[in-house]
Antibody, heavy 120, light 106 residues
């Protein structure tokens, strides 16, 4: 079954860290670029970060640059998002999203998301 | 950053109606635009990519058009299952989404 499953979310205090994971199955993980997209409660979608299959191309949204780090382990079919110096505005459901068609950043497969709540 | 603005923000229509949602970009994105459908508690689902290409498995009542800065998503005959929030997304420069259009069935 083609799917991606996020994990690692939770409730944390401002200034602390959290590491999210995205486990993929049912497709050749090493052939696909994966992104992180987040959605604050009751709000719209915000793109967060992307890493190419070989790990050489990495981009971040300005809102997370310098605080978040994306990585992947092709041998384990997983992608991770290390989130440091968390802020209340980082509270959101974090989705892993797959880019399928060439170099175009749109997403044909999404996970169900993992919820991150940053609160004191 | 390219800003995407959708209209209307909410929409109420009856089964069988033709429904149109508009998305405007703050600068030209050519045809580098996608549309998604999101139902409560679910992940977004890709409907349309490159402005007018229908994703595999998506009903043909959904269609997209436009280029440059103005785009539309049309549902030719609204069905009860189409109740959802719809988002446009540009991928011409990085990636940004519209604020969403909530579609309700009367």
């Amino acid at each position: 079954q083609v799917q991606m499953v996020e994990s690692g979310g939770g409730v944390v205090q401002p200034g602390t860290s959290l590491r999210l994971s995205c486990a993929a199955s049912g497709f050749t993980f090493s052939s696909y670029t994966l992104h992180w997209v987040r959605q604050a409660p009751g709000k719209g979608l915000e793109w967060v970060a992307v890493m190419s299959p070989d790990g050489r191309l990495i981009y971040y949204a300005d809102s997370v640059k310098g605080r978040f780090t994306i990585s992947r382990a092709n041998s384990e079919n997983t992608q991770s998002l290390q989130m440091n110096s968390l802020r209340a505005e980082d509270t959101a459901l974090y989705y892993c999203a797959r880019q399928t068609y060439g170099n175009y950043w749109f997403f044909d497969l999404w996970g169900r998301g993992t919820l991150v709540t940053v609160s004191s | 950053d390219i800003q995407m603005t959708q209209s209307p923000s909410t929409l109420s229509a009856s089964v069988g109606d033709r429904v149109t949602i508009t998305c405007r970009a703050s600068q030209s994105v050519s045809t580098w635009l996608a549309w998604y459908q999101q139902k409560p508690g679910k992940a977004p689902k890709l409907l349309i990519y490159k402005a007018s290409s229908l994703e595999s498995g998506v009903p043909s009542r959904f269609s997209g058009s436009g280029s440059g800065t103005e785009f539309t998503l049309t549902i030719s005959s609204l069905q009860p299952d189409d109740s959802a929030t719809y988002y446009c997304q540009q991928f011409s420069s990085s990636c940004t989404f519209g604020q969403g259009t909530k579609l309700e069935i009367k």
